[in-house]
């Protein structure tokens, strides 16, 4: 249902890892996320913990999902910070979704610090059954 768009996206993260660097704006990191499909519908979701509903930026174009977020230091005066592993910045992630998926009834959802969308399967892509004809039936046509 989705394509991989980066082999090397996966890298990124962990040299972003082991570096301790964040997201910017022009380089953003990357989010974990799980896709699967659950019945009559394809879900993804994406793991943002500490993101406000309002830094989320989820956009479609075509075939192209793009999620945008932002985590920001928590501004706290006058103290002295003796660890900081949570990673800030900007995260992004870009997925391209399959011509099987009706991407104008999207739904997005953000619960526990995790982002789900589901995007319904397109009608022409369900199952459906296919009745056969007895050949006797046919008409033949003189002119």
Known sequence: MLMRTDPFREMDRIVQQLTGTSG??????????????????YVIAFDLPGVSTEALDIDVERNMLTVKAERRPVAKNDVQVELSERPLGVFSRQVMLADTLDTEHIQAEYDAGVLTLRIP???????????????EDRQQINS
């Open 24 to 41: 910017t704006w022009s380089k953003p990191s990357v989010m974990p996320m799980d896709a699967y499909r659950d019945g009559d519908e």
């Open 121 to 135: 399967i397109a009608e022409r892509a369900k199952p459906r059954k296919v009745s056969i004809g007895r050949a």
